[in-house]
């Protein structure tokens, strides 16, 4: 569900406010499409100009806010890995307004890719593919293959469909920071760099899609996300293999920028603990102008409670829960001017596989 849908619009320099008038998508340029809540007609029609023309337009997904370029126009790709700062020989996800375009960018495609798409879109899946001659190197960062995602955040959905051909779209923040889950998050990451940013809310998903390839037609997760392998699993009636929790350094997997060791990170230096290590660190702390961070998910003990060289942020003891909220915590701890934060850890099995894997990739 949409929740505040607001959208505001940031051309170049200039902060313009639209009004979302109720009866406008009466008067809609895109008769075909239902617009979701808060989201008009004309803000449509100019996120749809900005693409055509070669821009930027950062947009809501269900997992975190993505950066969108028409994934057809090598300038406007240019521009988006400039203004990403992302080095050109990482791929980027092409997002898709259905999955009935799967067959015009990708090629060979796997009967169980096909069964993934059916039981996983529109929503927080990635899946790797073959690229068709359609895609160009440069999204696809020269590999024969292209990362495909349909969303299923309504305001995406609307600018696909509205758009009609492929947006080719990182998370939308700076290359190795946090994702954003806000467009306030976007807007402090990438300010005046993006023609256009819509507002659809706060994430629900709060962390990246998972993202599964094929090699010699297994399917294998690459990144985890909400859907688990073991959703995975049970929509393909068989056993997947995985690389989760394992950085691009310790695994055969390579070109794969979400899984660089210190990918997510945030500028306060992080380290990961368990209770016990926690515990035994803070005991030890004693100097005022040490100022330390903690996000764990049991509350702050008594006896550290007036600690005023401590910030202590409860994260949620649910894994869909701590993921929609995973990286506002962080980036809201990284904005304290801290010394050092400290994350206490998370199991890394079933619907915690991604938080646990976005928390080792933030430690540095
Ligand atoms: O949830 C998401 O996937 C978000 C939203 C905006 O859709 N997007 C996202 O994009 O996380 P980005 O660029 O931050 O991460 C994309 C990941 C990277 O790890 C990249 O290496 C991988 O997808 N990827 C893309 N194309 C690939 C390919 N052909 N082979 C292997 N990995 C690929
Ligand atoms: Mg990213």
């Known amino acids: 569900m949409l929740k505040n849908v607001r959208c505001f619009v940031l051309m170049r320099n200039k902060f313009v406010s639209l009004k979302v008038h109720p009866f406008m998508s009466l008067f809609s340029s895109f008769p075909h499409l239902q617009l979701p809540d808060g989201l008009s007609s004309e803000q449509l029609q100019q996120a749809v100009a900005i693409l055509k023309s070669g821009g930027l337009v950062a947009f809501p997904t269900e997992t975190v806010y993505g950066l969108g370029a028409d994934a057809e126009n090598p300038a406007a790709l240019a521009r988006l890995y400039e203004v990403k700062g992302r080095p050109t020989h990482h791929p980027v996800i092409v997002h898709l307004g259905s999955a009935e375009q799967l067959s015009e960018w990708a090629v060979e495609i ?7 798409a059916q039981a996983f879109w529109p929503g ?7 690229r068709s001659p359609r895609v160009p190197d440069v999204v696809t960062g020269g590999q024969d293959t292209v990362g495909i995602r349909v969303p299923s955040h309504p305001v995406a959905l609307a600018l696909l469909k509205a758009f009609g051909g492929g947006v080719a779209a990182p998370s939308a923040n700076r ?4 994702s954003p889950t806000t467009a306030a998050h976007v807007q402090a990451d990438l300010g005046q760099d993006v023609d256009l940013i819509l507002d659809g809310g706060a994430s629900d998903v709060g962390v990246e899609s998972t993202i599964v390839a094929f090699r010699d037609n297994q399917p294998i997760v690459l990144r985890p996300g909400m859907i688990t392998a073991e959703q995975i699993q049970e929509a393909l009636a068989k056993p997947i293999a995985s690389v989760t929790n394992k950085p691009a350094s310790s695994s055969t997997v390579s070109r794969a920028p979400g899984t660089l060791a210190s990918h997510y990170a945030p500028r306060t230096p992080l380290t990961l603990l ?38 202590w942020q409860q994260l949620e003891d649910e ?12 980036r809201e701890l990284d904005s304290l001017s801290l010394d050092q934060l400290y994350v206490e850890v998370v199991p890394e099995e079933g ?5 646990a894997d976005r928390l080792k990739r933030a430690a540095y």
């Open 124 to 130: 927080p899946l990635t899946l790797i593919l073959k």
């Open 175 to 178: 290359f190795g920071r946090l």
């Open 274 to 311: 368990t209770p016990a290590e926690l515990d035994e660190t803070l005991t030890r702390i004693n100097t005022p102008d040490w100022a330390v961070g903690v996000l764990a998910r049991r509350a702050c003990p008594f006896d550290l409670r007036d600690k005023p060289w401590l910030v």
């Open 319 to 330: 894994p869909n829960a701590a993921a929609r909220l995973l990286y506002a915590r962080l």
């Open 110 to 116: 796997p009967s169980q890719a096909y069964q993934l």
């Open 351 to 355: 619907a915690w596989a991604a938080v």
